[in-house]
């Protein structure tokens, strides 16, 4: 098993987040990459290109991971996913997963269901 490193911005707590405008993001949400995305995966990092900011994001080897997963499974499939993968408990790897899909939404990198 792989040792973790934090996904990004992490360290909330594994519930639901809700933001003014925002979606609330838990458990059951489901996530999917956005389609008008362009990403390609370089020495286990993900680069991925925001055509509609023009911006760039450079993803960690487990926010790569979470990025690969994105793909219509539901936020606590993928926390099930990387507490497998990696040295991390699932109520961290839960509040991890949270964190990212809500900075990967606020980016526009992802969709939500």
């Known amino acids: ?16 987040v809700s933001r003014k405008g925002g979606p609330r993001i ?13 990403s390609r995966t370089i020495d286990e990092q993900e680069i991925v290109v925001v055509p509609a900011t ?4 450079i993803l960690n080897e487990v926010a ?6 994105s793909d219509g499974r539901s ?7 990387i507490t497998a993968e990696y040295e991390v408990d699932r109520k961290t790897a839960l ?5 990212l ?4 939404l606020d980016r526009g990198m992802i969709v939500v269901e």
């Open 1 to 16: 098993m792989k040792k973790a490193t934090r996904a990004s911005g992490s360290g909330k707590a594994a519930r639901a």
């Open 26 to 38: 838990d458990e059951g949400t489901r996530v999917r990459r956005h389609g008008d995305i362009a």
């Open 54 to 57: 023009r911006k760039m994001q």
């Open 64 to 69: 790569t991971r979470i990025w690969a997963l």
């Open 75 to 81: 936020v606590g499939e993928i926390a099930d996913a």
């Open 95 to 99: 509040a991890d997963v949270i964190g």
């Open 101 to 104: 899909v809500r900075t990967m």
